[in-house]
């Protein structure tokens, strides 16, 4: 994953440029609370105890996920947004590493079939959950419905850990407060959720419907996607201040 990072230095500049754009308009527009209150924590973040942020870009390679109105493909929008997410960890000082920073799926090699290569991704991503024993887990997902009205990023979590529920809260409310100010969904529980099931504090961010047309082309927007990850960042920076010590 390191040596991903090192061929994409220059996307990397291009995100830190635009989060400087981002974050300066938002404390413009009057939410310097927000941001002052996470800019603290880049400062503490050289502390051990501080958490590993184990990132997971839904779906990739053969996987497209769900396929938004004009065709888009959640596992890209995914991909994006994860990276800028990824990308703006590192900067802040976080310790980061990722399922995925290309087009990939991470089953075991040599199964063959649809059906077993899913199930094989799927426990790879649940072992790389599991891989430490001190890591925030963030799984980057697009939501569909067959009904097109529903739209807005909500949060699942499973019960599996205490502070689950706190991760969920801080990254609702800021992508809601930063990115969403419309969105009225609260998170929900999901303990049937497989990759939810380490013991690790874990959130799925579903963020936002491609079977809504109006939110699809926002999500299909690569300016839009690295407001998203900027949301993300700012409610995960904030979960990790108040519930680990510096
Ligand atoms: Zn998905």
């Not at 440029?17 to 310097?32: E, Q």
């Not at 924590?41 to 105890?49: D, K, L």
């Amino acid at each position: 994953m390191r040596s991903n990072l090192k061929k994409i230095t220059e996307a990397g500049l291009t995100l830190v440029v635009v989060s400087v754009f981002v974050l300066c308009y938002y404390v413009a527009k009057d939410i310097n609370t927000v941001v002052s209150d996470n800019a603290a924590v880049a400062v503490s973040s050289a502390s051990s105890t501080l958490p590993e942020i184990l990132l997971d870009a839904g779906h990739g390679g053969f996987d497209g996920g769900c396929v938004g109105v004009g065709g888009e493909l959640e596992k890209d929008i995914n991909l994006s947004i994860t990276k800028s997410l990824y990308y703006l960890c590192e900067i802040f000082g976080y310790e980061t590493r990722a399922t995925r920073l290309k087009d990939i799926a991470i089953n075991d090699s040599g199964i063959e079939g649809i059906y077993d290569m899913k199930q094989s991704d799927m426990k790879n991503r649940l072992e790389f959950f599991k891989s430490s024993d001190n890591a925030v887990c963030i799984s980057i997902h697009q939501n569909q419905f067959t009904d097109e009205k529903y739209s807005g990023a909500q949060m699942f979590f499973s019960n599996k850990n205490p502070l689950n529920e706190r991760l969920a809260t801080q990254i609702q409310q800021s992508i809601v407060s930063l990115t969403q100010k419309e969105n009225t969904r609260e998170i929900k529980h999901a303990d049937d959720m497989f990759l939810l099931t380490t013991e690790n504090p874990s959130v799925m961010v579903e963020c936002g419907f491609l079977s809504n047309s109006e939110e699809c082309k926002k999500l299909s927007d690569k300016g839009y996607q690295k407001k998203m990850a900027v949301s993300v960042f700012l409610g995960l920076n904030k979960f990790v201040r108040e519930n680990y010590s510096a």
